[in-house]
């Protein structure tokens, strides 16, 4: 098959999402002649004009309250966060606006958008172009979170958030963007809240998000050779959770290493871990969960000490053994 | 405009719905709080009557009356939604503060001060897109005119020229805050200029100005010139929700607004007497009575749709 990189399949995802229905436009920061931060939107503009591509200002609260007001007048907006960072910007109208409409209405109206946006470390952008935010949306209901980890998800699920009729906080990832992956050239939809065994395996299951999948599929192939056999979950969508395929993993391997790039406190592992304890599958574990995370730390400049700060292949290896081996 | 006699029963209902809003409260009879527009009223009415069917709105925390005066607004529903009932506009789930009627393209009341702001410019990006003559009313407080969200979407519907009226509705104080100690300008309308934008200050109580402001604000926008800033100058005659001892203005203030009712002044402009006045008053107060009386008909929302309408 084809293969594209992570950002040039979001790109066709887009211009196909644009191309069959014009109620779809998209707008953020140097999106249109720029094309993106990260080259995501390159060549929109000149394709689909400026009444389909709109290059903001600097003004992140606008950008995500316009898709919402854009959402509830008829229109499918894609809005890009230049870096997940400065959603922090964004909140009061992502938090108190577009996830509680549809409720607070009585059900009578839904907000259709998609707000993508870039995040993690790795770029040697220091602590304020690094954050990994995704639980803090994973803690709203009424907004759905997505993280794809690869070039054929990151298309298939952008087009099934650009047809959700709820609010999706889509997260990339920077050093996803330059990789590359099988894509189909047709406008396939990846469903949203489908977990994917990325990796079938007997001794561990390794629930991994976004670019932590990649270095946990690595790790499995290191492990592998040891005669370790990883299986390495990809939730794909954090909320809302298609569960069941990770409980399964684990009633299968009794053996949970939950790995994600944000902190460790109140991340994400936290909520799998509860999901697990607190199911069926907790009869089968033989070990203890484990999460390794990124380290409680705004995300250092230095190269050496950004690494640290994030888990990477060498620690995903290092502790699905230990696990493997009955070390806990 | 031509004088009607609808738009001074739609105030008449306005001060009606509040004034049994806060008897229902006292009454231990609905639960929250709600946040009372007497006085107010000459805003309400005239923005929505120099507009048309099918444009939108977005409302602020203070908004029983704009959505009482809004197209097809149904006070039954208004009420039953005030007192929480599954027949109201938003099932019960909203209340006061997020009463919406989504049908008419009244894309609710708001709790956050200027909440509404940023997504009126969303709204002014789908009329130009969609290529319709429809425009986007946005009211807000003096207060949220302070907020950094004014200024992004001021600044973004005026560089695409949206078709959004911004509507401040100065009532001098945002919660207890004096605008004058807020705001270093003598009219929030000077901020137009900042934009490049058409601002205008007109008196909120008197619904001839605002409706010719709206009037011609909406041309305007119609026109594909781009948005206006029309400040409302007004005042609310109660405390900012039901626990407000109003220890940061005096009687006399009050009083004196007080004299400036927005009410008698429109009926005066109609040529009633008093007695007049006094009949059409009492219509409005059975209009609702009866919105009451059908709205504590309506049965509570059922417990185990607690988690219904967070997803689509």
Redesign the interface.
């Known amino acids: 098959m084809r293969e594209l990189t992570y950002a040039e399949a979001l790109r066709e995802g887009l211009r196909q999402a644009m191309s069959a229905d014009e109620r779809v436009f998209v707008m953020g920061e140097d999106i249109g002649v720029y094309g993106g931060a990260f080259g995501v939107t390159s060549g929109l503009l000149q394709e689909f004009g400026d009444m389909r591509v709109f290059d903001t200002p600097i003004s992140e609260a606008v950008i995500a309250g316009a898709c919402i007001g854009a959402a509830l007048s008829g229109m499918r907006p894609v809005g890009e966060i230049q870096f997940m960072d400065f959603v922090t910007l964004s909140m009061e109208q992502l938090v108190l606006q577009a996830a509680k409409i549809r409720y607070m209405f009585g059900g009578k109206t839904s907000v259709p958008m998609v707000l993508r946006m870039p995040g993690g470390s790795g770029t040697g952008a220091a602590a304020q172009h690094s954050e990994s935010l995704e639980n803090w949306f994973v803690h709203v209901p009424g907004l759905k979170v997505v993280m794809p980890s690869n070039p054929y998800d990151a298309k298939g699920l952008l087009l099934a958030a650009i047809d959700d009729p709820n609010p999706v906080i889509f997260i990339e990832h920077k050093l996803l963007y330059k990789t590359k992956g099988p894509v189909p050239e047709d406008m396939y939809r990846v469903p949203l809240s489908s977990t994917r065994i990325a990796r079938e395996g007997r001794h561990v299951t390794v629930v991994a998000t976004s670019i932590m999948v990649n270095r946990a599929l690595e790790a499995a192939t290191t492990l592998a050779a040891e005669g370790i056999e990883l299986e390495v979950v990809d939730p794909r969508t954090l909320t809302p959770l298609d569960e069941e395929p990770i409980l399964a993993s684990v009633r299968k391997t009794g053996k949970a290493l939950i790995v994600h790039e944000a902190p460790g406190t109140g991340g994400y592992g936290g909520e799998l871990a509860a999901r697990i304890a607190g199911s069926d599958a907790f009869d089968y574990l033989e070990a203890p969960i484990r999460r390794l995370t990124g380290l409680d730390t705004p995300i250092p400049y230095n190269r050496n000490l950004e690494r640290a700060a994030v888990p990477q292949v060498d620690d995903i290896t290092r502790e699905a053994r230990k696990l493997a081996r009955g070390e806990y | 405009m031509n004088p009607s006699a609808d738009y001074l029963s739609t105030m008449l209902r306005i001060r009606a719905f509040e004034e049994k809003a806060e008897e229902l409260y006292a009454l231990g009879r609905v639960h929250g709080t709600m946040h009372l527009s007497i006085g107010q009223e000459a805003t309400a009415v005239g923005v929505s009557s120099a507009l048309r069917e099918g444009d939108?709105l977005?409302n602020t925390h203070r908004g029983h009356g704009h959505c009482l005066a809004w197209f097809g607004s149904d006070v039954n529903l208004m009420m039953a939604e005030f007192m929480g009932r599954e027949a109201?506009?938003?099932?019960?789930?909203?209340g006061s503060m997020?009463i919406?009627n989504?049908?008419a393209?009244n894309?609710?009341a708001?709790?956050?001060v200027g909440?509404g702001?940023?997504?009126?410019?969303?709204?002014?990006?789908?009329?130009?897109?969609?290529k319709t003559d429809q425009v986007?009313v946005v009211i807000f407080g003096d207060g949220a005119s302070n907020e950094?969200?004014f200024h992004?979407?001021l600044?973004?519907s005026s560089?695409?020229k949206l078709p959004v009226i911004y509507v401040c509705e100065n009532n001098q104080y945002a919660m207890s805050m004096d605008i004058r100690k807020s705001a270093n300008v003598e009219d929030i309308s000077q901020r137009a200029c900042a934009y490049n934008i058409r601002g205008i200050t007109v008196d909120g109580n008197d619904l001839a100005a605002v409706h010719d402001a709206i009037a011609q604000a909406a041309a305007e926008c119609r026109a594909g010139q781009g948005p206006v800033l029309v400040e409302c100058k007004t005042y609310r005659w109660r405390g900012h929700s039901k626990s407000d001892r109003q220890l940061y203005r005096t009687r006399d203030e009050v009083g004196e607004w007080q004299r400036r009712d927005p009410i008698p002044r429109y009926a005066t402009v109609l040529g009633l007497t008093d007695d007049q006045l006094e009949a059409a008053r009492k219509d409005a107060q059975q209009v609702i009575d009866a919105a009451v009386v059908f709205a504590e008909n309506s049965p509570e929302p059922d417990l185990a749709a607690v988690m219904?309408?967070?997803?689509?």
């Open positions: 939108f977005l109201g506009y938003c099932r019960g789930r909203g997020h919406a989504v049908e393209n894309l609710g708001n709790g956050i909440g702001l940023p997504m009126a410019a969303g709204v002014g990006m789908s009329i130009k897109m969609r986007c950094g969200a992004e979407s600044n973004l560089i695409w219904e309408g967070v997803y689509a």
